[in-house]
């Protein structure tokens, strides 16, 4: 059973900095890629940022320059380190990882529960 365990999130003011991280645990074979999403109310849920199992990174325009993400494969782990946060920041993040179970298995999606994040003005 696969568990993705999400921490670090809060409030905060605007300008200010947080770093989420999601752990990943249970019966891994291979991580391929592990991302982090936001879905704010009344919205659809966004990718903010991807890194691929070679470390290749991938931004959404509104965050770049501001966020960075980072995986430690050895602890199955990613971070999202924010800085210079806005209030249009405020949102659930979630993070996402996919990965196979066994080494004939496919890669398949998971989820973590989710993490509020909010950006007081």
Request: proline share 2%.
């Amino acid at each position: 059973q696969v568990q993705l365990v999400e921490s670090g999130g809060g409030l905060v003011q605007a300008g200010g900095s947080l770093r989420v991280s999601c752990a990943v645990s249970g019966s891994i074979f291979s991580i391929r890629d592990m991302g982090w999403y936001r879905q704010a109310p009344g919205k659809q849920r966004e990718l903010v940022a991807l890194i691929t199992s070679g470390g290749n990174t991938n931004y959404a325009d509104s965050v770049k320059g501001r966020f960075t993400i980072s995986r430690d494969n050895a602890k199955n782990t990613i971070y999202l380190q924010m800085n210079s946060l806005k209030p249009e920041d405020t949102s659930v993040y979630y993070c996402n990882v996919a990965l196979k179970v066994l080494v004939a298995a496919p890669y398949v999606d998971y989820w973590g529960q989710g993490t509020q994040v909010t950006v007081s003005s």
